[in-house]
């Protein structure tokens, strides 16, 4: 009797110790996320339920009632929907195709992985340069096509402009996300794709039945970060055209930007509030979606 | 059935090389441009960034790889003549190096936290830090401002570098590659009586090296090309990294500006000779979202 209570003491105990040990490793993390991101994020959450930073009255969902009904705000969420849809699943559907096509036996292959890869370094003012070169009215790809006899194409003020922008995207993430394919296809268990080949199965058989499959953290993961990555195409996006570019291109980060130029905290507040809430509600979604694929192939 | 084979590595071959080439096309252009002179950019390029100032200008735009006359004047320009552009590189170094370093070793403590112990609070929190991370820096920038204003830190290096350091990317990719570490190996210390600091620094930190080293080149690439941070938290211009003043270069100096993107290009691709094999290695482990 003694004895299970003093166990279930020294439980608790190491428990308890555990707790702490836990907390000193996650502490200055944890205290610099906390000062940096999150109480400043409970302002802004503040913020967009008030009246103005002066009069600072409570308004509740007033703010983002005039935000729903803002048209510049729903063209800037339509737009990125768009694009993110758009570039999210090509971008991981294609790097899945290069890095299949680097599993075969060619020569050359690290050099091709190092080639693939190489956007990552090429500084942001470069590549807007270079875009400038290839797309303007006057550029290259309209020299190209002419040769061609097609007509030049307005590339940045028409709605081909989501393309360009579209393959600057893919252009600078397609190695990267390559790689962690690449990755993700070496982990798959040799013995069963030797089967597979011992039973005749097809290529096609062979990559939707086993590989896809064995993928598919990594899909989700290269998902999550391609995602990450859709956003930050702003920084280029906004470099080549400017503060008001055309309409297609006018994204959520244009519109949070311009607002916070014009200082109105409470728009601004409301918006990324919005944005957080759509974040949360698709991470989560994500995460259900890999306990739901990932079950079978776990460990 | 042999033949078939050849033919297909053959075209597998050839499509690999068309792609590799558009993919090297923008790094290759950069470097050769840098080593033209003003005239010669001006003749190539004038047609679109029209510049005011006389001299030949090429009808159409010329993509030109190889210049007439390998030329250093640009070098030259930007880092004897004027020293704003060295005095920028250096602040460069000064902002994203203690970002790097202290990002992944706050990182890798939080990692091991998140490894060593499990519980519905602790997956609660990583959970946020995957929401924080996917954060358009649009929607922290308000809450950055903030709270650089409060801290007094806004126009000093500080605002851009601790919410550098603070930022949970490197946290959630080393959380998921620590958990690939064998269970066994750290209770295995633990009976042979290792505190936890030393299971950490004995054994988790050697098992992923690899990781470690390629969240490194990651985070750096990341700052080393910021452009939104330093525009609103550092207005004071002479404070600012190479990044956002190579992208105010103005149309008269676009040669000088493949030069110095090419000098400012030099320590990512460093980095990535150096380390790619890190880098694919320390992804190759890192494993699914939730792990």
């Known amino acids: ?299 | 059935m042999r033949k078939k084979r050849y033919f297909s590595r053959g075209v597998t071959f050839l499509l690999c090389l068309v792609f590799a080439v558009a993919f090297l096309l923008p790094t290759v252009l950069t470097i050769t441009n840098s080593f033209m002179s003003e005239a010669e950019i001006k003749s190539n390029y004038g047609m679109i960034f029209s510049t005011t100032t006389g001299g030949y200008v090429s009808k159409t735009v010329n993509l030109k790889f190889i210049p007439d006359k390998v030329s250093f004047s640009q070098y030259i320009t930007g880092l004897i003549k004027s020293p704003e552009y060295l005095l920028k590189y250096w602040n460069s170094i000064l902002l994203v190096v203690p970002i790097v370093i202290f990002q992944v070793a706050v990182a890798s403590v939080a990692a091991y936290s998140f490894t060593r112990w499990r519980g519905k609070l602790r997956s609660g929190i990583f959970f946020f830090y995957v929401i924080l991370m996917l954060m358009p820096y649009q929607v922290t920038l308000v809450p950055n401002y903030l709270v650089s204003d409060w801290l007094g830190i806004l126009n000093t290096r500080w605002s851009i570098i601790l919410p550098g350091i603070f930022a949970p990317f490197s946290v959630f990719l080393l959380t998921k590659f620590m958990r690939r570490i064998p269970y066994s190996l750290i209770e295995s210390a633990k009976v042979d009586g290792a505190g936890e600091w030393q299971i950490f620094t004995k054994i988790c930190l050697p098992q992923c090296r690899s990781a470690l080293y390629s969240i490194a080149i990651l985070v750096f690439i990341d700052y080393w090309n910021m452009v939104e941070q330093p525009l609103i938290l550092l207005q004071d211009a002479d404070a600012q990294p190479l990044s956002v003043f190579l992208s105010s270069i103005n149309a008269g100096e676009i040669g000088l500006a493949f030069a110095m993107a090419t000098v400012y290009m030099i320590p990512s691709l460093l980095l990535f000779l150096h380390g790619e094999e890190y880098l694919v290695e320390g992804i190759a482990n890192s494993g699914s979202v939730k792990g």
């Open chain 1, 1 to 299: 009797m003694v004895t299970q209570m003093s166990k279930r003491k020294a439980k608790s105990r190491d428990r308890w110790n555990d707790f702490l040990q836990s907390l000193c490793f996650l502490s200055p993390s944890l205290l610099g996320v906390a000062v940096f991101f999150i109480v400043p994020f409970g302002v802004v959450v503040y913020y967009s339920l008030i009246d103005g930073v002066g009069s600072r009255s409570f308004v509740g969902l007033d703010n983002f009632t005039r935000l729903f009904q803002n048209s510049a705000f729903l063209m800037a969420g339509r737009n990125t929907l768009r694009f993110s849809v758009l570039a999210v699943p090509l971008a991981v559907v294609l790097a899945i195709v290069l890095a299949l096509l680097l599993e075969a036996r060619i020569p050359l292959k690290s050099q091709f992985r190092t080639f693939f890869l190489s956007p990552m370094m090429v500084p942001v003012a470069s590549v807007v340069l270079i875009w400038q070169v290839l797309f303007n009215f006057n550029g290259t790809v309209n020299e190209f096509l002419r040769l061609f006899g097609a007509d030049k194409i307005d590339w940045f003020q028409s709605e081909y402009s989501l393309i360009v922008v579209l393959i600057l995207f893919l252009w600078k993430n397609l190695g990267y996300n390559m790689i962690l394919f690449m990755a993700g296809l070496a982990n798959i268990p040799r013995e069963l794709l030797e089967v597979a080949d011992v039973e005749g199965a097809s290529e096609w058989y062979k990559f939707f039945a086993i590989k896809l499959r064995y993928l598919s953290p990594t899909v989700l993961f290269v998902t999550i970060l391609s995602l990450i990555n859709s956003f930050k195409v702003f920084r280029e996006v906004y470099l080549l055209t400017g503060d008001y570019p055309y309409e297609e291109l006018y994204m959520l980060q244009h519109f949070m930007n311009n607002t916070f130029k014009s200082l109105d905290y409470q728009k601004l507040s409301a918006a990324a509030v919005v944005m957080a809430v759509v974040m949360v509600v698709l991470i989560a979604l994500l995460f259900k979606a890999e306990d739901w694929f990932g079950k079978d192939v776990e460990g």
